[in-house]
């Protein structure tokens, strides 16, 4: 390869270069200064030996003598030191460079899309000694798990929808199938069978839309102060019909006098809607709903409770996880996703609430709780 375009592309060398250059401009300086002084030095320490030693005519060779000495001795010392700073740079920009290319090689691996990469940091690491090199290879390795991570749920989500997507899909080809061999009766039930799929299909498509929005922090809040008890009353007014069809009771129970929240009244109906329609889903005919609200501390809290079926203990944290559900033949029966309390968990948390959910146990109910903070 040709030497400069081999300086050109690798930053070792060019500092190696640098060491070289400002060794030489030593040495260089060290034998002209050194030059310049030997008639300066000679004139004051040999010449006035002249009398002794013989008289004037002797001094031209003896200045020659001595400048080849103080020349040959410069040369050899300056060969020495010459042969050390090269010696000790080579090894100085070795250890220089050794990190930066630790980084290279590593981001060249996560490129590949090795997602698992990371650069060797210093066993003891103590923030105050960090230098700027640690401190790249540090971010380096923080961003290199952003990464992973968002590489992971990349994966899983995929796997998640297209799994999500196979189960109605295949039921239509299945029916589809049926109808055109004869198996299955061309009849209006048939149809309605399939046409339940192709909603259910709708509805997830329209689901996984709605979470990619909230996901992604696309979506505009439309905050302004409102009660709640008006907002609570609205949506009890839009479900009452459902809940009617299906005999459970719908109760509330709204502490007068709450504070304003500033909240986008929309998001919260949505909120509402969710979990009541919940709540309607996972309570046979005969059970009741409440839906109650009240101030604690800085913040409203607002609960929605029924008496369903309720969740085992070991399911609660994972209830806000996408596609997480307890019973997936009995929810996805009633077209659920496992998405609906993943989009609520991201509405509450844009308002700066909390929400999370309690129950007793199986066949005990469940209560879905979530905190609004208090407009000031
Ligand atoms: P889905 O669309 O399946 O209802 P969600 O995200 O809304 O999805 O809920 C996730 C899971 O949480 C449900 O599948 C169900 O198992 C459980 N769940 C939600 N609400 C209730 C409830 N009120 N009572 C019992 N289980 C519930």
Redesign the pocket.
Same mark, same amino acid.
């Given at each position: 390869m040709n030497p400069l375009k081999y300086i050109h592309s690798h930053f070792g060398a060019k500092l190696l270069l640098s060491y070289l250059v400002i060794i030489m401009v030593g040495v260089l300086v060290l034998m002209v200064s050194a030059e310049l002084a030997v008639p300066r030095a000679f004139e004051r320490h040999i010449a006035s030996m002249g009398g002794m030693m013989g008289g004037s005519h002797m001094m031209g060779p003896l200045f020659n003598n001595f400048r080849a000495a103080v020349t040959e001795a410069l040369s050899l010392a300056a060969l020495a030191a010459f042969t050390a700073a090269v010696l000790v740079s080579l090894f100085v920009s070795q250890r220089v460079i050794a990190p930066v290319r630790a980084i290279r090689f590593a981001s060249q691996r996560i490129a590949e899309g090795r997602y698992t990469e990371r650069v060797g940091l210093p066993a003891n690491l103590d923030q105050e000694s960090l230098d700027e090199l640690d401190q790249l290879a540090l971010t380096f390795n923080q961003m290199a798990e952003k990464l992973e991570q968002t590489e992971n749920i990349r994966k899983q989500l995929i796997g998640d929808v297209a799994h999500e997507l196979r189960t109605p899909l295949t039921t239509i080809q299945g029916s589809m199938e049926g109808l055109i061999d004869g198996i299955l009766p061309a009849e209006e039930r048939t149809f309605q069978a399939i046409l339940r799929e192709a909603e259910r299909l709708r509805r997830l498509v329209d !689901?996984l839309q709605e979470l990619s929005r909230v996901e992604a922090g696309s979506f505009e809040l439309n905050k302004k102060p409102a009660s709640i008890g008006g907002l609570i009353e609205e949506t009890l007014k839009r479900m009452e019909r459902q809940f009617l069809e299906k005999s459970v009771r719908l109760l509330k129970d709204v502490a007068l006098d709450l504070p304003q929240v500033s909240v986008d009244a929309d998001r919260i109906h949505q909120i509402l809607i969710?979990?009541l /329609?919940?709540?309607l889903?996972?309570?046979p005919s005969g059970g009741q709903v409440t839906v109650s609200a009240r101030q604690a501390g800085m913040g409203i809290q607002i609960r929605?409770e !029924?008496t =369903?079926? =309720?969740?085992l203990p070991e399911?609660l944290p994972y209830?806000?996880d996408?596609?997480?559900?307890? !019973?997936?033949s009995? %929810?996805?029966a /009633?077209?659920? %996703? /496992?998405?609906?309390?993943?989009?609520?968990k991201h509405l509450v948390e844009s308002h700066g609430g909390q929400i999370w959910?309690e %129950?007793p146990g199986p066949d005990q /109910? %469940?209560a879905?709780i979530f905190t609004l903070p208090i407009s000031n």
């Open positions: !689901d969710n979990l /329609g919940n709540a889903q996972y309570t929605v !029924d =369903g079926i =309720g969740i399911h209830l806000f996408r596609f997480y559900r307890v !019973d997936k009995r %929810s996805r /009633g077209g659920g %996703s /496992g998405i609906g309390l993943t989009i609520t959910a %129950s /109910g %469940s879905f």
